[in-house]
């Protein structure tokens, strides 16, 4: 997994010019399990397709987008995609 965590990111890097450099940037206290969510969320992943990446369920996968958001303070109203992507 982490191997392949590496590969996606030099590649998503390379469309996503430094998305991982401005996120962390602003939010520094992300832990790697939430940089690698807000770059599957980024790219428009679905709960069921990140469950599969990361050999868990879709339910664990909507509990730590909740967790994300209190995170990111983002609120109910806003769009948690839209918000990774304006970043």
């Known amino acids: 997994l982490d191997k392949d965590w590496e590969q996606f990111k030099i590649h998503f890097e390379n469309v996503h010019n430094e ?14 399990q939430e940089i690698r ?11 069921k397709e ?15 987008r909740n967790r994300l958001r209190k995170k ?8 948690l995609i839209h918000f990774l992507i304006n970043i």
Request: proline letters at 4%.
């Open 37 to 47: 969510l807000c770059a599957y969320l980024r790219i428009n992943l679905t709960s």
């Open 50 to 64: 990140i469950a599969q990446i990361l050999y868990i369920l879709p339910t664990a996968v909507n509990k730590r």
């Open 72 to 79: 990111l303070n983002i609120d109910g109203e806003q769009d």
């Open 19 to 32: 998305f991982f450099k401005k996120l962390t940037s602003k939010f520094p206290d992300l832990t790697v």
